[in-house]
Each structure stands twice: as structure tokens, then as C-alpha cells.
């Protein structure tokens, strides 16, 4: 098998090094002193990536400083591009609906379970999609977003919001991973979920005790 060392790209991230070392490097310079023209493949020098250098693996943007930003500028263009080409198609309302719960929102969702998304986030998404289902049905601005949400029994369009496709994707990933057959993965996971409970614990405590 020929792999193309100039095309493999190589990064990572010294965490846990102090701001500068003895040299005066900064755990960012230092890495790439490591690691720069010094990992071959085949002969050829792969190429470096810094920390906060975005990079794509398996679609999803990733940086090493765990900076998401990126990731979310992705999905809101992604998003956008969508939406464009289904609010200029042909579609009727119903395909729209259909449109958007079976292939758009899940095209969104897939990296749920990576990314950290905040409330501004998911407001934001779920806003763009429901310009373009009134554009669709022809409905005023001012729609009401409950009855967008509301079931098709009770009269409302059925239109999912963004907010339980990343809570349910978020829970499957959290159950999947506390069950992972490695016991170091079960138990890092459990670390991790305990400490925010606490953390959570004790927000609440002080919330509620001022």
C-alpha cells in the first residue's frame, strides 16, 4: 500500500505542560519542534497541523484545543445550504416537513454526539429551519413556533425541533459509551458524568440558598 507522506498530516497537544518550558517554548512550539519534519511516512515528511488548526476527520472539524467553533461555523453553512436549495426547489409544504425530519435535521445531527452545541446554538438552528417551513406553507413571520411544533392531531405541522434530536443523540452516546466494552472507556466516562453531577450539585446549593 502507497501512502503519500506529504498528504498525512500529524498534530496534537501537550496538556499538561507548564505555559513555558526551560527552553522558553510554549507547549505549542514545543510540539512542533517534537514533531515538524520529524515523522516520516515512506520516506516523506507528513505534514504539521497546529493545536488550534482545524482539520476534518470523518466530517466533523476538529481541533486539538478542542476549539468548536469551527465545527459549528461548518454546520451553520452546511445548514444554510440546505435550507437555500429546499426553500428554491419545488417541494410542497408536506415533502418540506418530510424533507427536512428525514434528511436534513439527521445530516445536522450526525456529529451531536462530538460536538458540544449551547442553547444559542440549537435556537439558532431550529430558526433557520422554521423561516423556511413558513416560507414554504406561505405563513405569516409571526406564526406562533408552538404551532409549528405541535402534533398534525392537534393541528399543528409536526415540525421536530433541533433541541430533542441533539438531547436524544446526546443520551445514546452517554449510555453507549458508559457501556463500552473497555473498562478504562466505562471508566473515564463515569469519572467525567459524576464530577459534572457534582458540580451541578453544588450550583444548585448555592442557587438556592441565596
Not at 488548526?53 to 476538529?62: C, G, Q
Not at 409571526?142 to 443520551?171: K, N
Amino acid at each position: 500500500m502507497i501512502i503519500s507522506g506529504s498528504k498525512t498530516k500529524i498534530t496534537g497537544s501537550l496538556n499538561a505542560s507548564p505555559f513555558k518550558d526551560q527552553n522558553g517554548l510554549t507547549p505549542s512550539e514545543a510540539l512542533e519542534h517534537q514533531l515538524k519534519n520529524n515523522i516520516l511516512v515512506q520516506n516523506q515528511a507528513t505534514k504539521y497541523i497546529k493545536p488550534s488548526s482545524p482539520f476534518l476527520y470523518l466530517e466533523v472539524t476538529l481541533t486539538m484545543d478542542l476549539n468548536w467553533k469551527h465545527q459549528h461555523r461548518r454546520m451553520d453553512e452546511t445548514l444554510k445550504q440546505k435550507l437555500d436549495a429546499l426553500e428554491g426547489s419545488y417541494a410542497a409544504p408536506r415533502q418540506t416537513l418530510n424533507t427536512i425530519r428525514t434528511a436534513i435535521i439527521p445530516s445536522l445531527a450526525y456529529a451531536f454526539a462530538v460536538t458540544p452545541c449551547s442553547y444559542p446554538d440549537l435556537d439558532k438552528w431550529d430558526a433557520m429551519i422554521g423561516r423556511v417551513i413558513q416560507s414554504k406553507h406561505n405563513l405569516w413571520r409571526s406564526t406562533l413556533t408552538a404551532m409549528i411544533r405541535e402534533d398534525v392531531h392537534s393541528f399543528g405541522l409536526g415540525a421536530p425541533s433541533i433541541y430533542v434530536e441533539y438531547h436524544r443523540r446526546s443520551a445514546v452516546a452517554l449510555v453507549t459509551s458508559l457501556e463500552d466494552p473497555s473498562e478504562r472507556h466505562q471508566s473515564v466516562t463515569m469519572h467525567l458524568l459524576t464530577h459534572q453531577v457534582a458540580q451541578l450539585k453544588a450550583f444548585a446549593t448555592t442557587f438556592l440558598s441565596t
